[in-house]
């Protein structure tokens, strides 16, 4: 165990800057577990070319993207506009590198 890497968060970032961005990484991983465990991603797949495998991934997230639309529209009255608006916003958190 004296190789085990030593987890460091990145300079310049507090604690609880990290917190919310991998919080907003855990998004990700639920879309990813979404798409594994419902919609069938590789589980539907016949072949292994490329562009039969760029084909399946493209229509397990049109699945993920209608069935959240769906469930968006039922729950939350802002629109699109204003969702693009804040995931701009959001998405300035991501950048680690400060220009």
Known sequence: MANAPVYRHPPG??????VQIYGKRWDIETFFKAS??????AK???????DKM???TTI???????????SRNGQDPRTIGGLLY????ELDDFRFIKD
């Open 54 to 56: 760029f084909t399946h």
């Open 86 to 89: 804040d995931c701009c916003n």
């Open 36 to 41: 594994k465990s419902y919609l069938r991603l």
């Open 44 to 50: 539907e797949l016949q072949g292994r070319t490329y």
């Open 13 to 18: 970032r507090r604690r609880e800057e990290i």
């Open 60 to 70: 397990v997230f049109v699945r993920y993207i209608i069935l959240s639309v769906t």
